[in-house]
């Protein structure tokens, strides 16, 4: 799904991460075969995490369910990109989405803050890394402190590697504020090309990597993932 193009507000999305919004401590996960890493994909894990809410909702949880298509109705739009940050970082990740869009054109952006409040965070977090063409992960010293934020990056790569379409759509960046050092950065991320801010071939990195060709393929796919999923739910 994309985003509704009404701006919405930042959004607190701290998370204690293990309890109610785990995905692996759920019973039905404990009772069934767990699946190996590299099979499991974004939208597994947003499935999951929905079913063990339908077992806790009860009656609330359906008619909460019944609402969804009205917010769905509103035009949406495929993004460019979505930048994942640590909570402490809310602000660099707005420079750093202005950056792109104002100096660079690379528009419309959004930041995880700016995703909506009162939806599961997994939900959100499958709408923005499958309703954007790219995913930056926004390396700096809290990235790595930031339970949440692990998670974001293992999901997105693993997401990237079973959708033909994402490959390489995931792009860590240091940016010029407490970028995080080469040497702590964790190995699956090593293995990508990172964008430097600081470098001063950055520009070039930019224009090479957010190409107009490679968003619209993508956009053509959802698009059509999209109608499909709508007719589906009618039928």
């Keep these: 799904m994309g985003i ?26 404990r009772e069934s075969e767990p699946k190996k890493l590299e099979d499991i994909s974004l939208g597994d ?47 660099e990740a707005l420079r750093v989405q202005n950056l792109l869009q104002n100096d660079f054109g690379i528009k419309p952006g959004i930041i995880f803050a700016e995703m909506p409040c009162g939806r599961p965070h997994l939900q959100n977090l499958d709408d923005a890394v499958n309703g954007s063409a790219w995913t930056i992960l926004l390396l700096t010293e809290n990235f790595l402190r930031d339970t949440w934020c692990n998670f974001q990056f293992y999901t997105s790569l693993m997401n990237s590697v079973n959708r033909q379409h994402k490959y390489n759509s995931v792009i860590p960046m240091r940016p010029l504020n407490s970028p995080l ?31 107009e060709s490679v ?21």
């Design 45 to 91: 894990v947003v499935e999951q995490n929905n079913t063990t809410e339908e077992q806790i909702g009860g009656q609330e949880g359906a008619e909460a369910r019944e609402e969804i298509p009205e917010v769905e109705a509103e035009e949406e739009v495929f993004l460019k990109f979505v930048i994942l940050h640590a909570e402490d970082d809310t602000d």
């Design 215 to 235: 968003y619209e393929t993508q956009q053509t796919i959802w698009r059509e993932t999209r109608n499909l999923a709508q007719r589906q739910f009618i039928a």
């Design 181 to 211: 050092p080469r040497e702590r950065t964790p190995f699956a991320l090593q293995t990508i090309n990172a964008l430097e801010e600081e470098s001063r071939g950055f520009s070039t990195q930019v224009e090479r990597i957010f190409q």
């Design 4 to 29: 509704g193009k009404s701006k919405v507000g930042i959004c607190p999305f701290s998370l204690s991460w293990g309890k109610s919004h785990s995905v692996y401590t759920s019973q039905d996960h």
